[in-house]
């Protein structure tokens, strides 16, 4: 928290785009992990990587969804002539 708040509101965006760079690379670490786990038993590497590929996930949607959002905000509106 007291490093995003130290960020001046310019560099929101980049920063967020970072944080889902990140996720990205989690998911890909936690779908690797999946693949090398020994899927007939329950062990934690299977627990882990189930775990990191749905958080990330969500993350990396979540981080869209705003994204998205944030840019809706930037762009001009329509005037409606009648």
Request: glycine share 10%; no cysteine.
């Amino acid at each position: 928290m007291e490093v995003i708040s130290n960020v001046p509101s310019v560099l929101h965006t980049p920063l967020m785009s970072g944080a889902n760079a990140i996720s990205g690379v989690i998911i890909i670490g936690g779908i690797i992990l999946l693949g090398h786990a020994d899927l007939t038993t329950f062990n934690l590497r299977l627990v882990l990587g189930i775990l990191a590929v749905f958080f990330a996930t969500l993350n990396v949607a979540g981080g869209f969804v705003v994204t998205d959002r944030m840019l809706d905000m930037f762009k001009k509106k329509k005037n409606k002539k009648d």
